[in-house]
């Protein structure tokens, strides 16, 4: 079932990204691909490894960081953590 608010969210929130592969020279490639039931999962999976692996930090919080940091700094007003607790 197709509904105009839920296309209206795409846009507002999503970006779609896509990757052209050469059907000879990465032949390898596509047929990985094409064995791989959850392809958004190991995008984003091998994506955030490399990441953590050149030390990115992301300058725009997600929604999930800014939460966390309100939380936690909930948490300091009630005494339940210590400045400095946060890991970021």
């Not at 052209?20 to 984003?44: H, M, P, T």
Request: proline share 2%; net charge negative.
């Amino acid at each position: 079932m197709y509904y105009k608010s839920s296309n209206k969210w795409q846009k507002k929130n999503t970006k779609l990204i896509t990757v052209r592969c050469n059907v000879y020279s990465d032949a390898d490639i596509i047929k990985f691909w094409d064995s791989v039931e959850n392809k958004q999962g190991l995008v984003k999976e091998l994506l955030r490894a490399e990441m953590d692996k050149r030390g990115f930090v992301c300058p725009h919080p997600s929604k999930k960081e800014i939460e966390e940091y309100e939380s936690y700094l909930e948490d300091l007003e009630e005494g339940i953590q210590e400045v400095g607790d946060y890991e970021n």
